[in-house]
């Protein structure tokens, strides 16, 4: 109830309207592919249908459970009964259809179709509490422990589909709700596309492995890159994982609440293109991870606006060269007034196997 209220002073209606899947998990804290919350100020309702009753009712704490039978009759029922004229909807999710069918249905209503409600919680959202730093936090635990028991799987002549399979079936056993992204794993020249699909590939002696991966734990994701070498890698690229890891660390460095997700990328560009590289450095530094393996906020070219304390954010740098390889590291941080925490633990430093 204290987020939702933080939510009504963002927005000017009477009632808030959330239909997606991960921002009804956000304020109810249970899981499920359907239901509709709806909000107002003083009080929270959950309508969920026959298969998710008894569930949210054992489940959900800080919402009245309403079994969902008609919404047509019930949600204009709870209007009346708390006098509302007016409601914001989901305008980043909410098809045009639905909401054109609401507004034929509940003519007396008036459906704020703005942008207003998905950026008050996407803003939410974007600053953690203690509970979802732990809950990241556990996700990536798992994430990098599956990561030390794959490495005496990787031999030469093992598939790249064979190795990523290895590493999800890793992270279910190690306790992994669900994967965060299709894993990716690729090789040789493949690395050199930052998100390729596994192939039948082999790998080889001489070869980058590029592995891009996270757990999620009650609902919350990890996400992390690491890129190391079947046997040794030849003096190119140990000088280009170097200047990625240079890059890298830099970002770590000067990651902080306070400063814009323009300034953090620029850090680690900088870097990128005063190497040579800037024209194999394509994407993004970051992005920020919680609920979703990509939300609020971003650390890009285009994003000016300032990074928040408790903010969770990708630092992952890399340069990738067609034909020949690529390498990419991303650890994933929690930003502070005066510098950043750290969630990934694996080793940086190139990893010969």
């Not at 323009?262 to 993004?284: C, T, W």
Request: with cysteine.
């Amino acid at each position: 109830m204290e987020k939702i209220r933080k939510i009504f002073d963002k927005i000017s209606t009477d009632c808030a309207l959330i239909t997606s899947d991960v921002n009804r998990r956000y304020f109810t804290g249970m899981k499920s592919s359907a239901g509709v919350v709806v909000a107002f100020p003083e009080k929270l309702y959950l309508l969920i249908d026959f298969r998710y009753i008894e569930k949210a009712r054992n489940t959900v704490k800080n919402a009245e459970v309403i079994e969902l039978t008609s919404f047509n009759r019930q949600f204009p029922e709870l209007l009346k009964k708390h006098g509302a004229k007016s409601v914001s909807i989901e305008a980043e999710t909410m098809t045009v259809r639905t909401l054109n069918g609401y507004r034929k249905i509940f003519k007396d209503i008036s459906f704020d179709d703005s942008d207003t409600l998905s950026n008050a919680i996407n803003n939410m959202r974007m600053v953690k509490d203690v509970q979802e730093i732990e809950y990241i936090r556990k996700a990536q635990e798992i994430a990098e422990k599956s990561l030390s028991e794959l490495l005496p799987f990787i031999k030469n002549g093992r598939t790249e589909r064979e190795i990523a399979n290895e590493l999800n079936r890793l992270m279910f056993v190690n306790g992994a709700e669900d994967l965060s992204f299709e894993t990716i794993v690729l090789s040789g020249k493949n690395t050199s596309m930052p998100h390729g699909v596994p192939s039948d590939k082999p790998i080889k002696n001489g070869e980058f492995i590029l592995m891009d991966f996270g757990a999620v734990w009650n609902g919350y994701h990890s996400d992390m890159t690491r890129t190391l070498c079947l046997g040794q890698p030849d003096e190119e690229m140990k000088k280009v994982y170097n200047i990625v890891l240079s890059a890298q660390l830099a970002g770590l460095e000067y990651a902080r609440a306070g400063i814009t997700g323009y300034e953090l990328d620029k850090v680690s560009r900088d870097i990128i293109e005063n190497a040579g590289y800037g024209e194999n450095f394509g994407h993004s530094l970051g992005h920020g991870v919680g609920l979703e393996i990509h939300e609020k906020p971003n650390a890009s070219p285009n994003y000016k606006s300032i990074l928040e304390k408790n903010s969770v954010v990708t630092i992952e740098p890399g340069i990738y060269i067609t034909g020949k390889f690529g390498v990419r590291i991303e650890d994933f941080v929690v930003l502070t007034e005066n510098g950043c925490n750290n969630l990934t633990n694996f080793d940086k430093n190139i990893i010969s196997l």
